[in-house]
């Protein structure tokens, strides 16, 4: 019988571990973490859709290493909000990193029964400072009112709905971090129609196509 996708090849993955690991250095203990984060994720692949199949074998760099390169973006950031967590990223890949941090919260917003009963997995195996949301984004954006540092969402939506589910919390002090591929400059183009918006792309440190869209401040038309 072939392999089947949700097995990746053990020497693929430890190479690809390797360049994700020299892209964003992290401390002996965050690896660590990462190193569960990752078996456990394979575990629940082979029955859960968490990431798309033609990536588990890059699943370091690809989600791993571009989840971790927004800490960068945010160094003092203690409080984190991720939208549409899914299997993950960033959210979980951060509160990993952040787990020895004093005072860190991230909170893992996921409607999808599946995908939430595996954050809530992941997040007891690991032990790390993350609260799962098993509820749709706009009913957690209402409901919440602690004072947030960074709100997060990749491969979520188009940059037109992310503004419209992150501003409650970005005109409460918190700095957006929206991940984005090659069609990013059109999704730009499509937002200012009606958003007024103070946004600066980051290259991304994982891909040469894609920007990381990072928005300060965010005003309906």
């Known amino acids: 019988m072939g392999r089947s996708w949700s097995d990746p090849r053990p020497g693929d993955l430890a190479a690809d571990r390797v360049r994700a690991l020299s892209v964003a250095s992290v401390s002996r203990e965050t690896t660590e973490r990462l190193d569960r984060f990752v078996d456990v994720l394979l575990k629940w692949q082979r029955t859960t859709s968490l990431i798309a199949p033609s990536t588990v074998d890059q699943l370091w760099t690809r989600h791993v290493a571009d989840s971790l390169q927004l800490l960068g973006l945010a160094p003092e950031a203690r409080t984190w909000v991720d939208l549409g967590t899914g299997g993950g990223f960033p959210g979980l890949v951060i509160a990993c990193a952040l787990a020895g941090r004093p005072g860190s919260r991230i909170h893992l917003i996921d409607s999808h029964g599946r995908k ?28 919440f009112s602690d004072a947030v540092d960074v709100v997060t969402a990749r491969a979520v939506a188009p940059l037109r709905t992310l503004l419209s589910y992150a501003e409650p919390l970005v005109k409460r002090g918190a700095l957006a971090l929206f991940p984005k591929g090659q069609d990013v400059e059109t999704e730009l183009t499509d937002a200012a129609k009606y958003w007024i918006i103070e946004a600066e792309l980051i290259p991304s440190r994982t891909s040469p196509r894609a920007r990381i869209v990072v928005v300060r401040t965010a005003q309906r038309r």
């Open 116 to 143: 939430a009963a595996f954050l809530r997995e992941a997040v007891r195996t690991l032990g790390v400072p993350a609260l799962v949301h098993a509820v749709r984004i706009e009913e957690f954006i209402n409901g």
